[in-house]
């Protein structure tokens, strides 16, 4: 039932929300689609509804900026409408659609029409990410300016990296100048071409083509450059190495402005699942050695990683139960990833509560320039409710997603989903 036009209680929970500094126990109303109060103590008016919350977390809904929704053309593996229902059964209420769809996401009436999809659907904001060049093909920019007035929030090519140095240098002026953030998937792929997973003794023994850690971070070296020469707001795409790592500190040290994303499979695997996983642990980048994790558990913690993002990519069964060199690339998060970056990085202690939620809700909202992640009166309720001490376990069966390709079917967490809702209106409701 929708309570959008009533006011609605939320009482007794921990309010913890990192964009304004607040974490306490405290009630939350919400009327009219925003915030109207929090305080330890708020009296509902007259019908009000009240919603009991004691023991819970309440956040701000979490904000992804990363994700594949596949339509339009592909909604075999995903549409808007799964893929923002699935957000929020994950508590995340605002997320940023990448534009490799068919046709590309390269026109306003194309990026126009994924708002109005994303409007109709009701669930999650869904915020588009206009293509970077025409067609995603690498050759010419798209018209920044008028794909930011029809509401992309940002450009990228992803699934492929800008083509060259030169190519990267024109649009990120053509973004600059719209307003816009450039994300690019870093990788070269003259040193990628072939491989299926991490370059190593596990590509050696299940007999696939490795992809170096190169790949990426020669690539991340090459983006630094270019916006050190020209200028911009660059956004790095899911980093998974030490040295992108390394680079992306360096460049932030010397006043870049440059952010990062990672991802929760490479913050909480390594290469040694895809043994056991197959084509299901297979994606782009691929998941490395434990180094790598643990330089990015340190990079999210410090905060030269801005934010977790989920690079949901779902496939059909049939693609990823291909063998490991024929599968797609990719593995989807949105229904997991709260719980498992809250399980894996949070209840073990290596990184703070508020630090993930910074780099869920406020952090990533700031790097694409969304008025979204915060909890404090007067703004959107965009709200996320999660228990923090029922384990529950990952079945993909019950996904609201359309895909089910996720290494963590059978995963015992913590950090459950109960409640999301998006402008004061019940879009989730698993209590």
């Known amino acids: 039932m929708s309570r959008a036009r009533v006011g609605i209680v939320l009482r007794g929970g921990r309010v913890l929300d990192p964009g304004t500094g607040r974490d306490e126990l405290a009630d939350v109303r919400m009327a009219g689609g925003i915030v109207t109060?929090?305080?330890?103590?708020?009296?509902?008016?007259?019908?009000?509804?009240?919603?009991?919350?004691?023991?819970?977390?309440?956040?701000?809904?979490?904000?992804?900026?990363?994700?594949?929704?596949?339509?339009?053309?592909?909604?075999?593996?995903?549409?808007i409408a799964t893929g923002a229902s699935a957000a929020v059964a994950g508590g995340f209420t605002t997320i940023c659609a990448m534009p490799n769809t068919q046709p590309v996401i390269d026109t306003p009436e194309r990026v126009r029409d994924v708002v109005e999809r994303g409007r109709s659907v009701g669930m999650a904001r869904v915020l588009p990410i206009g293509a970077a060049t025409v067609a995603s093909a690498g050759e010419i920019p798209t018209d920044a300016k008028s794909l930011a007035a029809a509401g992309a929030v940002a450009l990228s090519d992803d699934g492929q990296p800008i083509a060259t140095a030169e190519l990267l240098a024109r649009v990120l002026g053509g973004a600059e100048r719209?307003?816009?953030?450039?994300?690019?998937?870093?990788?070269?792929?003259?040193?990628?071409?072939?491989?299926?997973?991490?370059?190593?003794?596990?590509?050696d023994r299940l007999g696939v083509g490795g992809i170096p850690p190169e790949a990426e971070s020669a690539a991340v070296e090459r983006d630094l450059e270019v916006l050190a020469r020209v200028g911009g707001r660059l956004h790095l795409?899911?980093?998974?190495?030490?040295?992108?790592?390394?680079?992306?500190?360096?460049?932030?040290?010397?006043?870049?402005?440059?952010?990062?994303?990672?991802?929760?499979?490479?913050?909480?695997?390594?290469?040694?699942?895809?043994?056991?996983?197959?084509?299901?642990?297979?994606?782009?980048?691929?998941?490395?050695?434990?180094?790598?994790?643990?330089?990015l558990i340190e990079a999210l913690a410090d905060g030269t990683i801005d934010c977790v993002a989920t690079d949901h990519a779902p496939h059909t069964n049939a693609e990823k139960t291909r063998s490991l060199g024929e599968a797609p690339f990719g593995v989807i998060g949105l229904e997991t990833a709260f719980g498992v970056v809250y399980t894996e990085?949070?209840?073990?202690?290596?990184?703070?509560?508020?630090?993930?939620?910074?780099?869920?809700?406020?952090?990533?909202?700031?790097?694409?320039?969304?008025?979204?992640?915060?909890?404090?009166?007067?703004?959107?309720?965009?709200?996320?409710?999660?228990?923090?001490?029922?384990?529950?376990?990952?079945?993909?069966?019950?996904?609201?997603?359309?895909?089910?390709?996720?290494?963590?079917?059978?995963?015992?967490?913590?950090?459950?989903?109960?409640?999301?809702m998006v402008a004061g209106e019940v879009v989730f409701d698993g209590r």
């Open 37 to 79: 109060a929090i305080d330890k103590r708020v009296e509902p008016t007259s019908g009000d509804h009240v919603v009991e919350l004691e023991g819970m977390l309440v956040t701000p809904g979490l904000v992804d900026p990363h994700v594949h929704l596949r339509e339009p053309g592909q909604e075999a593996k995903e549409t």
């Open 178 to 203: 719209a307003g816009l953030v450039v994300a690019d998937h870093c990788e070269d792929l003259g040193l990628s071409r072939g491989g299926a997973i991490f370059a190593g003794d596990v590509a």
């Open 237 to 295: 795409c899911h980093i998974s190495t030490a040295e992108s790592v390394r680079l992306v500190r360096e460049a932030k040290q010397a006043g870049l402005p440059v952010t990062a994303e990672a991802c929760p499979h490479h913050l909480t695997l390594t290469v040694d699942c895809v043994e056991s996983e197959g084509s299901i642990a297979k994606m782009n980048p691929p998941l490395a050695q434990s180094e790598d994790r643990a330089a």
């Open 345 to 420: 990085l949070v209840v073990r202690g290596d990184v703070s509560l508020r630090t993930l939620l910074a780099r869920m809700t406020v952090d990533p909202a700031r790097a694409f320039g969304i008025a979204r992640g915060r909890l404090e009166v007067g703004v959107p309720a965009d709200v996320a409710v999660f228990d923090l001490d029922q384990e529950w376990e990952v079945e993909p069966e019950r996904f609201r997603s359309k895909a089910r390709n996720t290494p963590w079917s059978g995963a015992k967490l913590r950090g459950r989903p109960t409640l999301t």
